[in-house]
């Protein structure tokens, strides 16, 4: 558990895959630390396309920190960032993330909530990865995955990354991408992937509707993921 005074505390929210909801459950850690009285930085190192998950971010946190800082990396394409950063000319600039990342983790704040960019073996570089990223920044690691069909495969596989490398992420967090009941696959994936893989879920979380993102994924935060299993 976090205590006033300790040294800036990083959270790295990981995907399995590219659109599994990692802004979402990214925001909703940021608003749920917001609301626990918390001081929260948020940061997206690198971007791909659009700025819209960087500034959910940043509303999700209430930071005044500019789009630059907490997203050193934009790239126009949406595409994996070292075929992006091939097309427009340009090359992956980790001194200016490292740069970021340095002046985030010094401005005071309690948690600073890390989301990553596509899966874990996503390529920034041709041989440097998202999964790198992790250790780089000395961040614990969120692992997120979609509810449905594609969970088990994608979960148990992250896992044997994160562990060949070294690295025991805190837990699961299953993210529903549409509402309505639960279908089977959504309501057995936890248990498997718990069981076969040897981690922890944090819950699921529920589809959330556009027009109830920032004011609601706080609070949609605490009731359905178990925040302390990750403060």
């Not at 790295?12 to 909801?21: E, H, I, P, S």
């Not at 979402?24 to 659009?50: E, Q």
């Not at 089977?184 to 992937?193: H, K």
């Not at 027009?211 to 299993?229: E, P, Q, S």
């Amino acid at each position: 558990m976090y205590r006033r005074g300790d040294p800036v505390r990083s959270i790295f929210v990981a995907g399995t895959d590219t659109g599994v909801g990692k802004t979402m459950i990214a925001g909703g850690l940021a608003a749920a630390l917001r609301l626990k009285g918390h001081h929260v930085g948020v940061m997206k190192p690198v971007a791909c396309g659009s700025l819209e998950d960087s500034k959910f971010l940043k509303a999700c946190s209430g930071v005044r920190d500019s789009l630059g800082l907490i997203t050193p990396i934009h790239l126009e394409h949406a595409l994996s960032p070292n075929v992006a950063a091939r097309m427009e000319k340009k090359k992956i600039n980790m001194k200016r993330m490292k740069g970021a990342f340095r002046e985030l983790s010094r401005k005071g704040y309690d948690y600073l909530v890390v989301e990553g960019c596509g899966g874990l073996l996503v390529p920034l570089t041709d041989g440097l990865f998202v999964i790198d990223l992790i250790p780089m920044m000395k961040a614990e690691a969120v692992l997120v995955s979609r509810s449905g069909l594609g969970a088990i495969n994608h979960s148990l596989l992250s896992l044997e990354a994160f562990r060949k490398r070294g690295i025991e992420p805190l837990g699961l967090i299953f993210n529903r991408l549409s509402g309505g009941p639960m279908n089977v696959p959504e309501r057995t994936n936890p248990s498997v992937v718990t069981k076969i893989g040897r981690t922890r879920s944090l819950g699921v979380f529920p589809y959330m509707k556009e027009d109830c993102r920032v004011d609601c994924v706080g609070k949609a935060f605490l009731k359905h993921i178990d925040l302390d299993r990750i403060v």
